[in-house]
């Protein structure tokens, strides 16, 4: 078993910048990939960044790349989003998702484990 849980969210203002943090504990947390997802009210939950369990290899979604970084920390078991000048669409609860399948995979069926998310809005 794998626990995550997301902090880090809050509001932010367009153009500013905001780092979401998801803290793992339980199995061997370095042997999973970890994807970060956001879901807006009435949309369905879509993979923005994904980060291997070789570190240094990401994934991000068209909508957020040069904004959003994705990284880990393996010896703090935690990965982080750094997300800079967000837009306005980026409000959403963001989840954190632990995923024992190789590559990049961009559907929730293919994550094991869940955070219980966290709620960003990103004001004008």
């Known amino acids: 078993q794998v626990q995550l849980v997301e902090s880090g969210g809050g509001l932010v203002q367009a153009g500013g910048s905001l780092r979401l943090s998801c803290a793992a504990s339980g199995r061997t947390f370095s042997s999973y990939a970890v994807g970060w997802f956001r879901q807006a009210p009435g949309n369905e939950r879509e993979l923005v960044a994904r980060?291997?369990?070789?570190?240094?290899?990401?994934y991000y979604a068209d909508s957020v790349k040069s904004r959003f970084t994705i990284s880990r920390d393996n010896a703090k078991n935690t990965v982080y989003l750094q997300m800079n000048n967000p837009m306005l669409e980026y409000t959403a609860a963001y989840y954190c998702?632990?995923?024992?399948?190789?590559?990049?995979?961009?559907?929730?069926?293919?994550?094991?484990?869940w955070g219980q998310g966290t709620q960003v809005t990103v004001s004008s």
């Open positions: 980060v291997s369990w070789i570190v240094g290899s990401a």
């Open positions: 998702a632990a995923s024992l399948t190789d590559g990049i995979v961009v559907d929730t069926t293919g994550y094991d484990y």
